[in-house]
């Protein structure tokens, strides 16, 4: 499909598809006709989309020169996304990519014209024409998250982050809504509902939209290393524990949440990740095994493990499985009630583990292979089986499952 040239701020319309044509950007539904009431707006309408029964699971992936395609896992067809150029780094937030050049000193956002909006209760599945959005001024490395209002972006490398206007990033518009500055650090800027959570060398703080300090809304936090969103609120992992940062009447409440012993730097749960929606998330405790931070009981748990994990993600309610990849270059599935491990066997490259993005929806885990084309579907609630194996159009440098 043709996509539009890389440019700064740019706003047009989706394209016409097969299922959907629009005439105008941002137009809403059908208007009314001169002899009829108007209708009503469907629950869920995001203008633009088709919404759809199931889920619109897609790879999206790029290699190191930035050539991006998405595999749709449904049909197993794949598309090409555009040409990004030199892409250093990429992160996702279940819809967009957002894309680093150290080279251009820019970033770039593409919209993969897959997602889903979870209501608690229930949710909606939509699709849209895929498209390059544009770019921005970037340096360093890319962080991303986002609420239903807000998209955040942080650079570790700079402790720079940008607020976006979410719905204007669907109309195909970079919109920023404030820029959150602080010193270098391995930190965290992820929304909550339309507030946002940022952390400098030595806090973590609640911030309006435009980056304007919440009122009581700071507690310190030694040395964070990442946060994420999860069923309950926002968590940053701090040198003696976390911080819990979740939504209250005009504002926001932040509560400590300290290991249950003293950790040491190495063990420390550094990188809390889940999948979406999850109440808990997880992290590699160095050599002794998984961390498990449940944010509703607002509990640590430590699960040794037969070997060191590099990744770790939280999977799921149902046995509180988390997925990840262990030393050996295996996926592994831990059940924390019982201690059990099971795994794929050795099928990742031991040495470039770091290069290996893990991704987890409800029924399947998704890795790369560093250095070849295969993409790997993992059934993590059946003894880490691989039920799939996809081969890519190239190389991918950068994996990212969106749609979910």
């Not at 430590?302 to 993600?313: E, N, R, S």
Request: charged letters at 20%; aromatic letters at 4%; one cysteine or more.
């Amino acid at each position: 499909m043709p996509h539009p040239p890389r440019a700064r701020r740019p706003r047009w319309c989706l394209g016409a598809t097969a299922a959907l044509a629009l005439t105008a950007c941002g137009a809403g539904p059908a208007s009314p006709s001169a002899d009829g009431p108007p209708p009503a707006t469907p629950h869920g309408y995001v203008a633009g989309a088709e919404e759809l029964p199931e889920p619109q699971l897609q790879l999206a992936y790029t290699d190191a020169g930035g050539s991006a395609h998405a595999l749709d896992l449904l049909t197993g067809e794949t598309a090409e996304l555009g040409q990004l150029g030199p892409v250093d780094t990429m992160a996702t937030d279940g819809r967009f990519l957002f894309t680093t050049s150290t080279g251009t000193g820019e970033l770039t956002v593409v919209d993969t014209g897959t997602w889903t909006v979870d209501h608690g209760d229930h949710v909606h599945y939509y699709r849209a024409p895929a498209r390059v959005v544009g770019s921005m001024t970037w340096s360093g490395d890319v962080e991303a998250a986002s609420s239903d209002t807000l998209t955040a972006l942080f650079s570790p490398t700079s402790g720079t982050g940008v607020v976006l206007d979410r719905a204007a990033l669907g109309r195909g518009e970079l919109t920023e809504l404030a820029t959150v500055e602080s010193e270098p650090h391995q930190g965290a800027l992820v929304p909550l509902g339309n507030d946002v959570v940022a952390t400098d060398g030595t806090s973590v703080r609640g911030l309006d939209a435009d980056g304007r300090p919440l009122p009581d809304a700071e507690a310190p936090c030694a040395d964070p290393r990442g946060g994420h969103a999860t069923r309950v609120g926002v968590v940053v992992s701090c040198a003696d524990g976390a911080v819990l940062v979740t939504e209250a009447d005009g504002g926001v409440e932040l509560e400590q949440i300290p290991y249950p012993t003293p950790v040491a730097e190495a063990e420390r749960a550094s990188g809390l990740d889940n999948r979406p929606g999850r109440p808990s998330v997880a992290a590699p405790a160095g050599t002794r095994g998984v961390w498990l931070l449940d944010t509703r009981a607002r509990s640590w748990q430590l699960v040794p493990t037969p070997t060191p994990w590099v990744t770790a993600v939280a999977a799921d309610d149902e046995a509180d499985r988390v997925v990840g990849v262990d030393t050996t270059g295996q996926v592994v599935v831990l059940e924390p009630g019982t201690g059990a491990v099971t795994g794929t066997g050795p099928l990742l490259p031991v040495d470039r583990l770091t290069e290996v993005d893990v991704h987890v929806d409800a029924d399947r885990t998704y890795v790369n292979v560093p250095g070849s084309t295969d993409l790997l579907e993992v059934d993590h609630a059946d003894g880490a089986r691989v039920a799939r194996t996809f081969s890519a159009e190239v190389v991918p440098a950068h994996l990212a499952e969106t749609g979910r």
